[in-house]
């Protein structure tokens, strides 16, 4: 059994992957700092292999380390934008400048699009994630190209980010916790919708774009973070609205529990990981 780590600036998700599982992995479930010296206690099972991606920084993969090889006498296998290049294009001319979670996110995304028959007709894909930052990335099926490849993608405040810097950088406008609005006539809800405006603004501009590259085929877009729930439906109306100027049928975002854990799931099952 393999535990699959994706550790955010808040919170970890974790999932397992059970060898012969048609099903890749476990849904996400989350995994709270604070728990890490009862690690063992904490989670089902006992790893025998353990593959996890950190964009929380340094202090968060010791913690993590430790906690393993307390638990378990086990090491980390760490992913990054170096692992699954033979998967997918990367067009960063220094891999490292791209975020794990990003660069997992996607290859999380392949597995998702390989039965998706507008990806297998040219139709390109972005994955847009709301967490503590969104970002907003793009991936093309390559048909005449030997792999798919990201074409590169958006980096912004989150919405909770968005609200916080609202709040502390300002001497009169409060945290904002309105209603998503077309045109608002309290201060509450102009902030909550000014936010949602912005996250929604960033995805269209992104989807708009990549179906220019893609000579009009319109993109898939898929979702995930934390912050999805508070802007959603705007994001959703806003590329309703886009579909139906260009008289294009409605293909909502199609919302993923957890895209790293689908891309390190993606590494584990590859022989190099079987035999970390």
């Known amino acids: 059994m393999k535990l699959l780590i994706d550790a955010g600036n808040t919170r970890a998700k974790i999932a397992w992957m059970t060898p012969g599982d048609p099903a890749g992995r476990s849904p996400a479930a989350p995994l709270d700092y604070a728990q890490l010296p009862e ?3 904490c989670l089902p099972h006992r790893p025998q292999h353990i593959l996890g991606s950190n964009v ?8 993590l ?16 934008a170096h692992d ?9 001319a220094d891999v490292t400048r791209l975020g794990a979670d990003r660069w997992l996110g996607l290859l999380g ?3 998702t699009l390989s039965t998706d028959p507008g990806w297998r007709s040219g139709h390109p894909a972005l994955l847009a994630s709301f967490g503590t930052a969104t970002t907003i990335d793009t991936i093309t099926p390559g048909i005449n190209t030997a792999r798919p490849a990201f074409l590169g993608g958006l980096i912004l405040p989150g919405p909770s980010l968005m609200a916080h810097s609202l709040a502390q950088g ?12 077309d045109f608002p006539q309290d201060t509450q809800d102009a902030i909550a919708s000014g936010i949602a405006a912005a996250q929604a603004g960033a995805l269209l501009r992104q989807w708009h774009l990549a179906r220019d590259q893609a000579q009009g085929r319109a993109p898939q877009v898929f979702v995930c973070g934390g912050g ?8 959703q109306a806003g590329l309703m ?21 689908d891309g390190l799931a993606c590494l584990a099952a590859a022989p190099r990981a079987s035999a970390a």
């Open 228 to 235: 999805w729930p508070t802007i959603g439906a705007t994001v």
């Open 241 to 261: 609205r886009a579909q139906d100027g260009l008289q294009l049928p409605h293909r909502p975002p199609r919302v993923l529990d957890g895209p790293v854990l």
């Open 65 to 80: 380390d430790q906690a393993c090889q307390t638990a378990w006498g086990l090491a980390i296998r760490w992913c990054d």
């Open 56 to 63: 929380a920084g340094p202090d968060i993969r010791r913690r």
């Open 84 to 92: 699954g290049q033979d998967l997918l294009g990367n067009p960063y």
């Open 39 to 41: 690690l063992a206690a």
């Open 109 to 111: 995304l392949l597995g």
């Open 170 to 181: 300002t001497a009169q406008l409060p945290l904002g916790e309105g209603r998503c609005v």
